[in-house]
């Protein structure tokens, strides 16, 4: 059994790896780490897990976590991250850390982005991005993995098969998406409460958001090219889901179904990626409560325009699932065990 510490647990992002964890085969929680609820039962702050797991939060203490875990998943935001994971890695566990903090391949990249510089760049040069459909073989061989955002999980892998391709106009990418609201986590603040959100939709950090160097960083090395692109946020009244659609001017005549063949062949072996048929698109529906990841694609022959619609479950696809089949792969265990279950339609 894998012996797995959770820090942030208590977070929406934590406690979707634990409910994951609790019917994984081949993992046991031996720690919940917490600020707020040291003492306290996750099966008190979260009850769905009462009877599942009932193990006391403890406080966030590296020798005690050394000491008990072989991996640990960090749900924390970032900057808290990046203090406490050089050392946990210098204490030789495993890591699978689900902020922005070890994504990066330049810690410049990072400073721009997050407006200050990486406090650990040694570190960070030992982490791998965690895109498991893109970074398999890399994944399997390093024990710090920068899990990826929700936002850019969607966008990216809406985007990959083009890409790789070359037969997209990289100076015009366009990405338009939308996030449930446990995409801003469980701390409350104003713009995500209740009256706030309902019935309405906005958009937010329009051409400044920080996962726009996220998804630019993996779609210029898969095209070999520099891109930059537009990402523009929307925040939309449901729980979970991450909607992004991606707009991407062809440089060769195409049909829809010439597209398609293209992402089917380049995820033809993944086991969580579903590329729809001509003529169905995915939704949220379809994917909410799963580790799966729906691409659809529609060629708009008057403008010769590739419409990619892409949808994931934010907290799973794109943080706690995805952060699941990443420890599966560092172990060496079959990458979507625990992962397998269909999502929730209703
Ligand atoms: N929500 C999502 O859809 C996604 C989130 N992520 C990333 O996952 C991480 C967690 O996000 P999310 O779960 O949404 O956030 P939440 O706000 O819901 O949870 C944050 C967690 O971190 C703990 N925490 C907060 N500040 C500190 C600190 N300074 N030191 C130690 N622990 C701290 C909190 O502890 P306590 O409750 O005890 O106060 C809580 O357990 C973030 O980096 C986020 O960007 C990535 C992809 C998707
Ligand atoms: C709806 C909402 O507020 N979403 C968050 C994304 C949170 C997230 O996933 O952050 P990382 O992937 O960078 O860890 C945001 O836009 O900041």
């Known amino acids: 059994m894998i012996k797995v510490g959770i820090l942030g647990a208590t977070g929406y992002a934590g406690i979707e790896v634990v409910r994951l964890l609790t019917a994984h085969p081949e993992a046991e929680i031996v720690r919940v780490v917490s600020q707020s609820f040291v003492g306290q039962k996750i099966s008190d702050v979260y009850q769905n897990l009462k009877g599942i797991c009932d193990l006391c939060c403890t406080a966030l203490d590296v020798d005690d976590i050394a000491g008990s875990c072989d991996l640990v998943f960090t749900a924390l935001p970032h900057g808290a991250s990046k203090t406490v994971i050089p050392s946990l890695y210098e204490k030789g566990l495993k890591i699978v850390d689900l902020s922005g903090d070890f994504r990066y391949n330049d810690p410049v990249v990072y400073e721009k982005w997050y407006g200050e ?67 801003a986590g469980r701390s409350a603040s104003l713009p995500n409460i209740f009256c706030e959100v309902n019935e309405s939709l906005k958009a937010y950090k329009v051409a400044t958001h920080r996962h726009t160097s996220e998804i630019e960083q993996e779609l210029s090395i898969l095209s070999g090219e520099d891109i930059v692109l537009s990402f523009t946020p929307h925040l939309v009244p449901m729980q979970r889901g991450i909607f992004a659609t991606c707009y991407a001017n062809l440089t060769k005549k195409m049909t829809t179904g010439e597209v398609l063949d293209i992402y089917k062949e380049f995820y033809k072996s993944e086991e969580f990626v579903r590329i729809y048929d001509e003529g169905s698109l995915p939704e949220i529906k379809h994917v909410a409560g799963s580790n799966y990841v729906g691409i659809g694609v529609v060629v708009d022959p008057r403008l010769n325009r590739a419409v990619v619609v892409s949808c994931i479950d934010n907290l799973i696809k794109g943080a706690a699932g995805q952060a699941v089949q990443n420890m599966n792969l560092i172990c060496g265990i079959d990458e979507g065990t625990g992962l397998r279950a269909a999502g929730m339609y209703l």
């Open 117 to 183: 510089p990486h406090s650990a760049p040694e570190v960070l040069k030992e982490s791998v991005y965690g895109l498991c459909e893109i970074h398999r073989d890399e994944i399997k061989t390093h024990r710090l993995i920068g899990n990826p955002g929700c936002y850019t999980t969607c966008s990216i892998m809406g985007l990959a098969p083009l890409a790789a391709a070359k037969i997209v106009d990289t100076k015009n990418l366009i990405i338009d998406a939308k996030s449930g609201v446990t995409g």
